[in-house]
């Protein structure tokens, strides 16, 4: 199957854009990434400054995918992402990471359905995952 476009992946899903959660404890990193995301029409963006908002956020409200870093202070990327499991076993998570150890990365490894991207991301390499995702929920 050759990779759709963002146009084409918008009009499969009805019109209705992806819901993405992006989360970072850099402001800039969230900034930068809801930035990537809303240069597409076919993304929504919620940002959250941690795990534990993330998780919060989670419970809330529905998602189609989540980006989220491993190393952040009080409630760390792994420790979100197993009770974001917990609550919707098949969302998808991306972690986007700059200084996750093989260790850490492979610890997520266990929760399945999760992607790994190592910071500096670059926008096309971004929004290519996130469309090829959105491609395997269509």
């Not at 929004?127 to 491609?135: F, G, R």
């Amino acid at each position: 199957m050759t990779a759709m476009t963002a146009e084409e992946l918008l009009a499969r899903r009805g019109g209705q854009p992806l819901k993405v959660l992006i989360v970072d404890d850099e402001e800039q990193v969230r900034n930068v990434l809801r930035d990537f995301c809303l240069s597409s029409s076919l993304f929504t963006v919620t940002t959250a400054a941690g795990g534990a908002e993330a998780i919060n956020i989670v419970r809330k409200y529905d998602f189609d995918l989540v980006t989220i870093d491993l190393v952040m202070p009080e409630v760390s990327g792994i420790d979100a992402i197993e009770t974001i499991r917990r609550q919707k076993p098949h969302l998808p998570v991306v972690i986007i990471t700059g200084n996750a150890t093989d260790r850490l990365i492979a610890e997520v490894g266990r929760f399945g359905n999760c992607r790994v991207m190592h910071k500096p991301v670059g926008i096309e390499q971004f929004l290519d995952e996130l469309i090829e995702i959105a491609e395997e929920k269509c």
